[in-house]
C-alpha cells in the first residue's frame, strides 16, 4: 500500500504542468462552491431573521379563521388564560400580544386607510426589531394613551410629521364607532413595504378602550429560543391548547404558515443556483477527462510493462484511481482553503452591492450582504466534485483492465 | 493551408477532441439555455410589469407620482391629449384613468385597494384588465356608473361575489371623504395576487362623480407599437408639453425596482459566462497543451525547415479555434433546441406560486432568445477561449529544433 501511494504521488508529478491544471479546474469549482453555497446560506439566514424579527415572530396564536379573514370580532377573548400556558414552556422563549383593526387614518390634508395594530411596547421591544427601526422621534411607551406611531410611507403619504395628529375613524368590535385623536409620537422605517406603507401602532390599552375589546387580543406572537425548537413548541402547544375554553378556538401558526412566500421563495433561488452549479460541475467533469484519459493512454507502454512484471490489473486501476484522487483531493483541499478564507474575509466586511440596496430591501435583506461559512456549505460543494471526479476518473481507470503486457508494450 | 492543416491535426486524437468537444458543447449550450430562461423570466416580468396598468408611458400631474392623491390630478387634460395625437406614431393607443387609494367595505370586511377609474373601451387594449374577467362581464362605456369589477382574491377576502354591493371610499377634492355603492358586475383574474387585491376598475365618471373631479384625471396611460420607441416618444411628448404641468415618464422609471432588478441578473449573467468559461477553460488549456507537448519533435522538425514561431501560433490558435467553433455551433445549435422545445409549454412555477409572488417572478417562464445575449455568450467563449489558447501555442513557437530533435 505504502508503495503504491508513493508512486501515485510521484506520476502525478512527472507531468506538474498538467496536474497543476487539473488541480486548479478542481480548486476553481470547490472555491466557488464553498463561497457561492454560503452566500446563498447567509441571505437565507439574514432573510428569514430579517422578516422574523420585524413582526411575525416564531409562531402566532389566533382565533380559528382569523388568519385568513381579519375580523375584528374573531378574538381570543382570554389572553391571560393562553399567557399562563405559555410561561410554563421552556421552549417558548418570549411572547406578546396584538390586536389589529383596518380603519381611516386622517391629517389634516390627507386621508388613508390603515391597519391600527395594539401592542404591548415593552413586551413587542423584547420580541421584535420596531424599537430599532424608529426613525424619528420615539417608540410607545407603556402608559401612552393617544400616541401613534406610523410607517415612513405611510407617514409621506398622510403628509405628517412627527407631533403631528391624526383623526382615527373607525369600527369597534360591538360595531359601534371607534374614533380619536392620535398624536404621532414617532416614525418607523421597517423595509417591509406593505408595513411602512399600512401600519399604525397603538397601545394595547388604547386600542382596547378604542375598539371596545374587553381585555381580548387578535393575536399572541411568541418566539422560540433558536428556530429549531418551533415545530416542537406548535406541537406541544397545540396540545396544550386545546383545553382551553375560549368563545372561538384557538389556532397555531408557524412563521412557514404565516409567510408562505418565504420558504419558497427560497427554495426556488436554491434549485436554480443547484442547476447552475450542477452545469459548472458537469463542464469542469469534462475538462479534466482528458488529463485523466492522457495519464492512461501516453502511458500505455509503462503499463505493459508493469504487467509483465507481474503487477495485476487491479492493482494497476487502483494505482490510477489513486493518482486520480490525489489531484482530487489536493485541489479540493486547495479549493476549501481559498473558499473559506474568501467567504471569512466578506463575512468580515460584507458585500455591498452598489445601486442595489432597494432590491435587497424588497427581498428583506440588509444593505450588507454576508456570507456564513458552514459544515454545510464548507463541505457539500467540494463533496459533489469529489464524486463527479471520481466518477469521471473511473472510467480511464477501467480501461487499463483491457491492456495486454504483449501488445502494450508495444504502442507507440 | 492552416486551416486545412489544423482541421487534420485536431482529429489525430479523435477521442480527445471528442471529450474537449463535449465540454464546450455543454458550456455553450447551457450559456445559451439558462441566459434564454432568463431573458424569458424578465420578460415577463416586464411585460406583465406592462400590462398591469403601467404601459409604456405614463403623464401625469408632475407631483402626482411623489404623492399619488386627488389633489395632484391632471384638471383639464385636453392639452395633454392632444399633444399625443400628434406626436404619438401610428398604431400606438391612450387611455385616461382616475387612480386614487380608497377603501374598500362591504358589511363585514374592510381593506385598502387602489380605485381605478377607467375608459373601458380603451383600457381594454392597454392593460391586463380587457382579457382578465372570468366571472360575469367587464364595464361598459356609458352604462355602469355603479358597476365595479374586483380580483378574485378580493372577492374572496370579502365572502362576496357577483351582484353583491361593495363601497368605496376615498378622499374627494374638496378634501372631504366621499363614498360610493358599487355593484359587482364582474371577477378578474390577475398574474399575481397582490394585484387582485390590489385593483378594483369603476368608470371613469364614476369616479369623477364620486371624487367631484370634474374633467380631471390622475394619468395618462400610452401603449406603443414597439416598446423600443418609448424613449423617443418621451423626448417628444415632453418637448409638446409644459414642463410645469406635465410629467411624462418612460416604463424603466415607471417601474423602477423591475429595471434594477434586471440590470442585477444581467451583471450575473456575465459573471456566470466568466465562470462556465473558465470551468472549461482549463480543460481548453490542458488539451491544446498536450496536444502541443506530444508533438514536441514535430514543431522542432517544421521550424528546422524554416517555420517562423509565429506561423507556428497562428496553427495552433487555429486548432484551438476549430474545436472552439465547432463546439459552439453544436452549443449554439442543441440551445436553441432546448429554448425552442420549453418554449411552447413553459417552466411551469405554479407549486411555488407563492414564492413567485413574493420575488415577483412569473409563474410560469417561457424561455426565449434574445440577439444581444446569444451574441454576448458566444463572445465570451470565442474571445476567452483565443486568449488562453494563446498560452499552448506561445510554448510550442518557443520550442528549439536542437532540443525537440534531441528529444525522443
Given at each position: 500500500m505504502h508503495i503504491e501511494l508513493t508512486m501515485a504521488w510521484r506520476n502525478i508529478w512527472r507531468n506538474p504542468r498538467r496536474s497543476i491544471l487539473t488541480i486548479l479546474a478542481i480548486a476553481f469549482a470547490c472555491l466557488l462552491l464553498v463561497f457561492m453555497l454560503s452566500f446563498q446560506f447567509g441571505s437565507y439566514a439574514d432573510m428569514i431573521r430579517f422578516s422574523l424579527n420585524i413582526h411575525t415572530g416564531h409562531l402566532q396564536i389566533k382565533a380559528e379563521g382569523y388568519q385568513k379573514n381579519r375580523e375584528i370580532r374573531k378574538v381570543i377573548s382570554d389572553p391571560a388564560a393562553v399567557a399562563e400556558r405559555l410561561e410554563d414552556r421552556p421552549d417558548i422563549r418570549d411572547y406578546t400580544f396584538r390586536s389589529n383593526a383596518f380603519s381611516l387614518l386622517s391629517s389634516e390634508k390627507r386621508?388613508?386607510?390603515?391597519?391600527?395594530?395594539?401592542?404591548?411596547?415593552?413586551?413587542?421591544?423584547?420580541?421584535?426589531?420596531?424599537?430599532?427601526?424608529?426613525?424619528?422621534?420615539?417608540?410607545?411607551?407603556?402608559?401612552?394613551?393617544?400616541?401613534?406611531?406610523?410607517?415612513?410611507?405611510?407617514?409621506?403619504?398622510?403628509?405628517?410629521?412627527?407631533?403631528?395628529?391624526?383623526?382615527?375613524?373607525?369600527?369597534?368590535?360591538?360595531?359601534?364607532?371607534a374614533a380619536s385623536m392620535l398624536a404621532v409620537a414617532g416614525i418607523f422605517s421597517s423595509g417591509q413595504e406593505e408595513m411602512d406603507r399600512s401600519v399604525a401602532m397603538i397601545t394595547r390599552d388604547t386600542f382596547d378602550r378604542l375598539y371596545f375589546m374587553r381585555g381580548a387580543v387578535h393575536e399572541i406572537v411568541a418566539v422560540c429560543p433558536s428556530l429549531a425548537d418551533v415545530k416542537p413548541a406548535v406541537t406541544g402547544l397545540k396540545e396544550t391548547l386545546s383545553g382551553l375554553d375560549m368563545r372561538y378556538p384557538l389556532k397555531v401558526w408557524t412563521w412557514q404558515e404565516l409567510i408562505p412566500g418565504l420558504l419558497q421563495g427560497i427554495k426556488i433561488d436554491l434549485i436554480s443556483g443547484v442547476?447552475?452549479?450542477?452545469?459548472?460541475?458537469?463542464?469542469?467533469?469534462f475538462s479534466i477527462l482528458n488529463t485523466f484519459l492522457m495519464a492512461v493512454f501516453e502511458r500505455t507502454r509503462e503499463f505493459g510493462v508493469l504487467l509483465a512484471l507481474g503487477v495485476s490489473h487491479a492493482r494497476l486501476t487502483h494505482l490510477l484511481m489513486l493518482e486520480s484522487s490525489f489531484i482530487c483531493l489536493v485541489g479540493m483541499a486547495a479549493g476549501i482553503a481559498g473558499g473559506a478564507a474568501l467567504t471569512l474575509y466578506f463575512q468580515h466586511t460584507g458585500i455591498h452591492i452598489a445601486g442595489a440596496a432597494e432590491i435587497l430591501r424588497f427581498y428583506?435583506?440588509?444593505?450588507?450582504?454576508?456570507?456564513?461559512?458552514?459544515?454545510?456549505?464548507?463541505?457539500?460543494?467540494?463533496?459533489?466534485?469529489?464524486?463527479?471526479?471520481?466518477?469521471?476518473?473511473?472510467?480511464?481507470?477501467?480501461?487499463?483492465?483491457?491492456?495486454?503486457?504483449?501488445?502494450?508494450?508495444?504502442?507507440? | 493551408m492552416y486551416l486545412q492543416l489544423a482541421w487534420r491535426n485536431i482529429w489525430r486524437n479523435p477521442k480527445r477532441t471528442a471529450v474537449i468537444l463535449t465540454a464546450v458543447i455543454i458550456g455553450v449550450w447551457s450559456m445559451i439555455f439558462l441566459g434564454g430562461t432568463m431573458v424569458g423570466m424578465y420578460d415577463a416580468m416586464i411585460e406583465n410589469q406592462l400590462a398591469t396598468l403601467t404601459g409604456h408611458l405614463q403623464i401625469h400631474h408632475p407631483g402626482y407620482r411623489n404623492d399619488p392623491a386627488v389633489a395632484n390630478s391632471m384638471k383639464d387634460p385636453t392639452a395633454a391629449h392632444s399633444a399625443l395625437e400628434n406626436v404619438l406614431p401610428a398604431g400606438a393607443v391612450w387611455t385616461d384613468r382616475v387612480r386614487v387609494s380608497a377603501i374598500a367595505q362591504n358589511a363585514r370586511h374592510s381593506?385598502?385597494?387602489?380605485?381605478?377609474?377607467?375608459?373601458?373601451?380603451?383600457?381594454?387594449?392597454?392593460?391586463?384588465?380587457?382579457?382578465?374577467?372570468?366571472?360575469?362581464?367587464?364595464?361598459?362605456?356609458?352604462?355602469?356608473?355603479?358597476?365595479?369589477?374586483?380580483?378574485?382574491?378580493?372577492?374572496?377576502?370579502?365572502?362576496?361575489?357577483?351582484?353583491?354591493?361593495?363601497?368605496?371610499?376615498?378622499?374627494?377634492?374638496?378634501?372631504?371623504?366621499?363614498?360610493?355603492?358599487?355593484?359587482?358586475?364582474?371577477?378578474?383574474?390577475?398574474?399575481?395576487?397582490?394585484?387582485?387585491?390590489?385593483?378594483?376598475?369603476?368608470?371613469?365618471?364614476?369616479?369623477?362623480?364620486?371624487?367631484?373631479?370634474?374633467?380631471?384625471?390622475?394619468?395618462?396611460?400610452?401603449?406603443?407599437?414597439?416598446?423600443?420607441?418609448?424613449?423617443?416618444?418621451?423626448?417628444?411628448?415632453?418637448?409638446?408639453?409644459?414642463?410645469?404641468?406635465?410629467?411624462?415618464?418612460?416604463?424603466?422609471?415607471?417601474?423602477?425596482?423591475?429595471?434594477?432588478?434586471?440590470?442585477?441578473?444581467?451583471?450575473?449573467?456575465?459573471?456566470?459566462?466568466?465562470?462556465?468559461?473558465?470551468?472549461?477553460?482549463?480543460?481548453?488549456?490542458?488539451?491544446?497543451?498536450?496536444?502541443?507537448?506530444?508533438?514536441?519533435?514535430?514543431?522542432?522538425?517544421?521550424?528546422?525547415?524554416?517555420?517562423?514561431?509565429?506561423?507556428?501560433?497562428?496553427?495552433?490558435?487555429?486548432?484551438?479555434?476549430?474545436?472552439?467553433?465547432?463546439?459552439?455551433?453544436?452549443?449554439?445549435?442543441?440551445?436553441?433546441?432546448?429554448?425552442?422545445?420549453?418554449?411552447?409549454?413553459?417552466?411551469?412555477?405554479?407549486?411555488?406560486?407563492?414564492?413567485?409572488?413574493?420575488?415577483?417572478?412569473?409563474?410560469?417562464?417561457?424561455?426565449?432568445?434574445?440577439?444581444?445575449?446569444?451574441?454576448?455568450?458566444?463572445?465570451?467563449?470565442?474571445?476567452?477561449?483565443?486568449?488562453?489558447?494563446?498560452?499552448?501555442?506561445?510554448?510550442?513557437?518557443?520550442?528549439?529544433?536542437?532540443k525537440a530533435l534531441a528529444r525522443v
Open positions: 386621508t388613508y386607510g390603515s391597519m391600527i395594530t395594539g401592542i404591548v411596547p415593552d413586551r413587542e421591544a423584547r420580541l421584535t426589531t420596531i424599537e430599532a427601526v424608529i426613525r424619528k422621534g420615539d417608540y410607545l411607551a407603556t402608559g401612552d394613551t393617544n400616541q401613534v406611531i406610523i410607517g415612513d410611507l405611510l407617514a409621506e403619504n398622510l403628509r405628517v410629521d412627527v407631533g403631528d395628529e391624526l383623526v382615527l375613524l373607525g369600527q369597534a368590535r360591538d360595531g359601534s364607532v442547476i447552475f452549479y450542477l452545469i459548472m460541475i458537469i463542464v469542469v467533469a428583506g435583506l440588509p444593505e450588507a450582504l454576508r456570507p456564513q461559512l458552514s459544515w454545510l456549505s464548507l463541505l457539500l460543494g467540494p463533496a459533489v466534485v469529489f464524486v463527479v471526479t471520481f466518477l469521471t476518473a473511473l472510467y480511464p481507470a477501467w480501461r487499463v483492465r483491457r491492456f495486454k503486457p504483449v501488445e502494450a508494450m508495444h504502442a507507440t | 381593506t385598502g385597494v387602489t380605485m381605478v377609474g377607467i375608459r373601458p373601451d380603451r383600457e381594454a387594449r392597454i392593460s391586463f384588465i380587457g382579457g382578465a374577467v372570468t366571472a360575469g362581464r367587464f364595464l361598459e362605456t356609458g352604462r355602469d356608473d355603479h358597476g365595479i369589477v374586483i380580483g378574485r382574491a378580493l372577492a374572496e377576502d370579502f365572502e362576496t361575489g357577483l351582484g353583491k354591493k361593495i363601497i368605496l371610499m376615498s378622499q374627494g377634492t374638496d378634501g372631504e371623504i366621499r363614498s360610493r355603492a358599487f355593484h359587482i358586475i364582474g371577477i378578474y383574474q390577475g398574474q399575481m395576487e397582490a394585484t387582485e387585491k390590489n385593483f378594483a376598475f369603476v368608470t371613469l365618471p364614476a369616479a369623477r362623480d364620486m371624487l367631484r373631479l370634474g374633467t380631471g384625471i390622475s394619468e395618462v396611460a400610452v401603449l406603443l407599437p414597439d416598446r423600443a420607441d418609448t424613449g423617443q416618444v418621451v423626448t417628444e411628448l415632453r418637448r409638446a408639453l409644459p414642463a410645469g404641468e406635465y410629467e411624462v415618464t418612460g416604463y424603466r422609471e415607471l417601474m423602477p425596482l423591475i429595471t434594477a432588478m434586471i440590470e442585477l441578473w444581467d451583471t450575473f449573467m456575465i459573471l456566470w459566462y466568466v465562470v462556465v468559461f473558465v470551468a472549461m477553460g482549463f480543460g481548453i488549456i490542458n488539451t491544446i497543451l498536450m496536444a502541443v507537448m506530444e508533438r514536441i519533435r514535430e514543431f522542432g522538425l517544421v521550424k528546422s525547415l524554416g517555420m517562423r514561431p509565429r506561423q507556428i501560433v497562428a496553427l495552433v490558435v487555429t486548432e484551438a479555434t476549430l474545436i472552439l467553433a465547432i463546439g459552439i455551433v453544436i452549443g449554439n445549435l442543441t440551445g436553441y433546441v432546448s429554448v425552442w422545445s420549453l418554449a411552447r409549454h413553459g417552466i411551469d412555477l405554479s407549486v411555488f406560486a407563492a414564492g413567485a409572488d413574493r420575488f415577483s417572478i412569473p409563474r410560469v417562464i417561457y424561455p426565449a432568445l434574445h440577439l444581444k445575449e446569444v451574441v454576448r455568450a458566444n463572445l465570451v467563449v470565442l474571445i476567452l477561449g483565443l486568449l488562453v489558447s494563446l498560452y499552448p501555442a506561445l510554448r510550442a513557437a518557443r520550442i528549439t529544433p536542437v
